[in-house]
């Protein structure tokens, strides 16, 4: 902007005060400004030096910034953030059966973590870059992000959301929670809805907008600040399948359709998951939506069931490996 207000001033004044046509204003103009030292086109009147003069010098400044701006992109590291950017957005556009977290707050961070804790690809939707540029410099590494609006289209496509299996809006505003799921639903029918809200009012209007699930972290942590004080052990037990505790421990669920063949169709007992892994099987989801806490070993597991099972790391890493049928995307 400014070359072009400094190019514009010289052919006018040029044009103005020294009489020269459109063509010689202009090659004035570049001689001047590119300082290559060729002679006038005619003598130039006291007016005219006093002008050349005072335009040198506001070129010289203008030069001068243009030097800073580019040195601070290059040394200051903006250049390398568009690149990252640059590649970023290339690598997301090749994604699929990923995560979206809208916002990278205290929610959306926490979130982010737990995601790709579990190995699942992650991508951010975020319009504030410094707080995803200080969690890299925290060594948090690069992430995946785009920089803009989630509730708009073009920002929730950019995104991937019609190629996404889940979407996490945890924006600060219920409204633009429930702008992203009603657009996200909009655009990908089949996609998972998990969204944050503040007011007990907004729960509905966001289920209303397409949200499978709403969830109210100022209400669970009220909920779990009263429980420590009542039943203080049941909370303790809660951290550790929560990761938060010193003996971690990780509740897992394993579907009838990612068990291997040879196991399908085995009843709990028969399974013997305990025996085989140190897992412990808690419970039974069916297909009809029923859940079975603490299942009889003679149940059987049928097609559409899932069953929970809690373990340490090392165990639930043992039960992947004995009982699941691994397929692209999981983890």
Known sequence: MLAVFSFGAGIIGFMVIEGYGLLDAVYMTMITVSTVGFGELH????TGRLFVSVYIF???????????VLTTYIFDGELRTIFKMFKSDHEIRGYSDHVIVCGFGR????????LRANGARVVVIEQNQNLLR??????????PA??????????LRAAGVEKARALITALPKDADNVFVALTARELNPHIKIIARASLKTSESKLLRAGADSVVMPDEIGGSHMANLVVRPEVIR????????????LRLEEMSYRDL??????????ELDIRSRTGATVIGLKLSTGEFIVSPSADTRPAAGD????????????ALVRQFITLGPGRH
């Open 43 to 46: 003598p130039m009147s006291p």
């Open 58 to 68: 506001f070129n010289l400044l203008v030069i001068a910034y243009l030097v800073s």
């Open 107 to 114: 929610n959306g961070r926490k979130a982010y973590h737990e």
């Open 134 to 143: 200080d969690a890299s410099e925290e060594g948090e590494g690069a992430i």
């Open 146 to 155: 785009v920089f803009g609006d989630a509730t708009t289209d073009e920002t």
């Open 237 to 248: 037990f809660l951290e550790m399948i929560n990761g938060l505790g010193p003996n971690k």
């Open 260 to 269: 291997r063949r040879e196991w399908q169709g085995m009843s709990i007992r």
């Open 306 to 317: 899932v069953l929970l099972v809690l373990g340490t790391d090392e165990q639930v890493k």
